[in-house]
């Protein structure tokens, strides 16, 4: 199924990668012919009110965050012109215990959720985390820290195969982004290539091809590091545009080599990450 229908939430300060990450996803969309839908939220805090005379140092300070939200809707609102995209976008104040709940909420009714990651952020996990379990739909990780280098358009995909169910949900919500891509590699991290694993990996390329996804498959070793590692520098090395995997999962298959990958990601994608879970 094609993707039409992309959600953008924008929670959090207008920084310069931020505003750089809401062009990029907005550049994604417009590349996938897709609708985009913005959705600001912002800390709903109760503030006891205080008097402060105008050249009060703390009265900028008190006004410094007043105006984050709308910055951000800005942001989106200029990208989605210069794409020339269908957009619309929406705004509220909310408990800060329900941000990410009610983001799911919404991304319950959009084919692919776009999310700009600010790495190693507390908050920005639990969003996604919530998004994950909650929405039901995948997820695009756009990483503030490489925002500069990535592109919209994904050429280079590699598929990280861990031979289970949630992989494969992964590569059927991929299936549109795959089928445009020049090239499709299926790689499984495992410090030995055994039978198992290459029927595994020989299978999905198999399946892919009725889909018209000409891939290849191969293993990349270990080497004693963390697999979230192995598939950054994999993808570093390779040219990869973006990383196409299943979430919070454990495979009898591999359980002992896959182990925490999915934290390891959402903490610092290496590039643009499709996930699902």
Request: glycine share 8%; with cysteine.
């Amino acid at each position: 199924m094609p993707v039409k229908d992309v959600f953008l939430p924008l929670v959090g300060q207008p920084r310069g990668p931020a505003l750089a990450a809401i062009e990029k996803c907005v550049s994604v969309a417009a590349d996938l012919g897709a609708r985009i839908t913005a959705l600001a939220l912002e800390e709903d805090l109760f503030v006891r009110p205080k008097v402060l005379l105008p050249d009060d140092p703390g009265a900028a300070e008190a006004t410094s965050g007043a105006g984050d939200m709308q910055r951000l809707l800005d942001a989106f609102a200029g990208a989605a012109s210069r794409a020339n995209i269908r957009s619309q976008s929406r705004s509220g104040k909310v408990p800060a215990d329900q941000i990410a709940s009610i983001l799911a909420e919404h991304a319950r009714f959009s084919d692919l959720t776009l999310v700009p990651v600010k790495p190693h952020d507390s908050r920005t996990e639990r969003i996604i985390e919530t998004l994950l379990f909650e929405s039901g739909r995948p997820l695009l990780l756009c990483p503030e820290q490489h925002v500069d280098g990535l592109r919209p358009e994904f050429e280079n995909v590699m598929i990280a195969w861990d031979h289970s169910a949630r992989a494969a949900r992964a590569v059927g919500d991929a299936m549109p982004i795959l089928q445009a891509a020049a090239s499709v590699r299926v790689v499984t991290v495992a410090d030995d290539k055994t039978d198992e694993i290459a029927r595994s990996g020989a299978s999905l390329v198999e399946h892919l091809r009725e889909h018209g996804v000409h891939a290849s498959f191969e293993t990349a070793n270990g080497g004693g590091s963390s697999i979230g590692k192995v598939l950054g520098s994999w993808a570093n090395s390779n040219a990869i545009d973006a990383i196409v995997m299943g979430a919070y999962h454990h495979s009898r298959l591999n359980e002992v080599v896959w182990g925490g990958v999915t934290k390891t990601v959402i903490g610092q994608p290496p590039c643009w990450v499709m996930i699902s879970h």
